[in-house]
């Protein structure tokens, strides 16, 4: 026998319900659209700054392995000296925001040498043929072909601004910059591949600027000369300059202070 009711069960909602939960979802998707992309920064600040502390770590370990440090890398310069234009930090008319270049004395080459730094390998001009690639495969010469550091030649450097931007010491301070390419000797040993730096915005990412981290070296000066070149952090490059990992961790946090 089968008993009713005075009233009808009902299944599903009204169109009344169906509005308030459309309107809570509009609601709810609005704050994650507004939310997105302060969130994307923060993860991508988040992962660099670990990727940072990762490969120090790996250049660190490498020397006390090897007694020394990694060789053969990406010179940052062209066939002719000059810093390549597809950089991060690159302020136009032939300005870059917080690097130049300098010419290496004989006892800034021979304190590289003797950190096992005698390698560096020249950027081909933006534009040549496959498989150039300004990130992944920027190389001018072959493989079997890199140009040798010695005294004269043009190596990008830190300016003592910047430096002191980071918190380095400036005076009697030179702190001589390299790319860590596909091509560096760490990679394959202590890093299975070289890092990228991957930015936010579409313009700024590896197909558009060179984006691979930086080896930073101490090489002395002519008022204060080293026997050996010290390594002394690892950056990446951005517009307003070349940072470390202290930046990205005050940059993670203002963007945190920021969006409460």
Not at 147 to 162: F, R
């Amino acid at each position: 026998m089968i008993h009713t009711t005075g009233r009808l069960r009902r299944f599903g909602l009204t169109l009344m319900e169906l509005m308030v939960v459309l309107i809570i979802l509009i609601a709810v998707a609005g704050i994650i659209v507004v939310s997105f992309p302060s969130m994307l920064t923060r993860a991508n600040v988040a992962s660099c700054s670990t990727n940072i502390s990762e490969t120090a770590r790996a250049f660190v370990a490498y020397e006390a392995h090897h007694g020394v440090y990694p060789d053969h890398y990406d010179s940052l310069t062209d066939d002719s000296g000059a810093i390549i234009d597809n950089m991060l930090n690159n302020a136009g008319g032939g300005v870059f925001n917080g690097i130049a270049t300098t010419t290496l004395t004989a006892a800034q080459a021979g304190a590289l040498h003797e950190a096992g730094i005698a390698n560096m390998h020249v950027h081909a001009p933006t534009g040549t043929a496959e498989p150039y690639h300004l990130t992944f495969n920027p190389y001018k010469n072959a493989v079997t072909a890199p140009t040798p550091i010695a005294t004269g030649s043009k190596v990008v450097v830190l300016d003592n601004a910047w430096a002191s931007e980071l918190g380095l010491p400036a005076t009697n301070h030179t702190y001589a910059v390299f790319g860590i390419g596909k091509r560096c000797t760490i990679i394959g040993r202590m890093i299975m591949e070289p890092p990228v730096h991957f930015a936010d915005v579409p313009d700024e990412n590896p197909d558009q600027k060179y984006g691979r981290f930086a080896a930073v070296y101490s090489i002395g000066t002519a008022t204060n000369p080293l026997h050996k070149a010290k390594f002394v952090r690892i950056l990446t490059f951005h517009p307003e300059g070349p940072v470390g990992t202290g930046e990205h961790i005050s940059e993670y946090w203002k963007i945190q202070s920021d969006n409460k």
